[in-house]
């Protein structure tokens, strides 16, 4: 029995008071929206239309009923309206990863954006590498992630892509430093910092096999997984890091330069499962492509060794007896 349709009808019937005007509202004949009520009564146990007389009336029990109906079928378009919410994916959780390294400023745009256009979705954003977050996905603990590539997972869908050059990070002492800008072969003999290979099994060998291919093989392949812990091993001399500008304005002793050619991009996008995937997967993708693209910081102008300094006064002392300065005259730095 459908009982909120025979509810819908009931209701119709108690505020007409006329079975001809109901079912013209309702858009039905008049027998079957009869029949209806009839069905309901027979499921109540009790009449609900007086009969008795030919003026449509209702019963003790139709009156009672009337205000439950009405709280009912509130609630019943409330709850259609939720789930239709939640398989449009604007309402319910979201189980979302996000790589360790992402910059705070970039995290903070992202969780504002997804409030703005899906204020009813709970973000559950959680901190994981992209091997821990390929885990996680096979194992529907996670909803969707943004996972460094290149990544071989045929069960999963990927949205638009986000790309960061990547430079060289140095020791600001180093004599490479006075470059500006490197190829990978002018690192040879230097140790390589980078993230152990479980934490992005596909870009770890992507890096070691782009270095082979321009005559960079390290000397030594360092792990770091903690972008501080990544930046002090640079400013020991323990080896040099590919990583995006901004790595540079974190720390003042180290330095960024680029690679000639720009062989090297690190590739981010969003990854869901493709089977029985969240309704919000999509549009979360989309969200977070947006907002890594916008996160990109400009480009960094480096000097040329022999560029030509600004112009500084220097103002010579004063003269002895007189109490008066001598004039002053331009000098060049260096």
Sequence with gaps: MDLFRHLRYFTVVAEELHFGRAAERLGIAQPPLSQSIQRLERELGVELIDRSRRQVDLTPAGRLLLDEAHA?????????????????????????????????????????????????????????????????????????????????????????????????????ASPLAVATELALADLAGHDLVLPPRPTAPGWHDHVLD???????????????????????????????????????????????????????HKT?????????????????????????????PPPITVPAPDAARPWSIVYAARTAGTGESATARPARHG
Excluded at 142 to 147: E, Q, R
Excluded at 282 to 292: G, Q
Aim: hydrophobic share 45%; with cysteine.
């Design 72 to 172: 009912l079928l509130v609630g019943e378009q409330r709850m259609r309206t939720l789930m239709r919410m939640v398989r449009d994916g604007t309402l319910g959780t979201l189980r979302a990863g996000v790589p360790p390294e992402t910059p705070a400023v970039t995290l903070q745009a992202l969780l504002r954006r997804l409030a703005d256009q899906i204020p009813g979705l709970d973000v559950d954003l959680q901190e994981l590498t992209t091997g821990e977050q390929l885990r996680m996905l096979a194992d529907a603990r996670l909803d969707i992630g943004l996972i460094h590539h290149p990544v071989d997972a045929p069960d999963l869908r990927f949205g638009p892509t986000a790309q960061v050059r990547l430079g060289v990070v140095l020791p600001r």
């Design 210 to 264: 782009v270095c082979r291919r321009h005559g960079y093989t390290p000397a030594r392949i360092r792990h770091a997984r903690n972008p501080e812990f990544l930046l002090g091993l640079v400013l020991a001399g323990h080896g040099v890091a590919f990583e995006p500008e901004n790595a540079a304005r974190r720390e003042p002793r180290v330095v960024w330069r680029p690679l000639t050619g720009h062989p090297l």
């Design 268 to 296: 981010t996008a969003a990854a869901w499962a493709a089977q029985s995937p969240h309704p919000a997967a999509e549009r979360f993708a989309e969200i977070a492509a947006e907002t890594l693209d916008e996160a990109a």
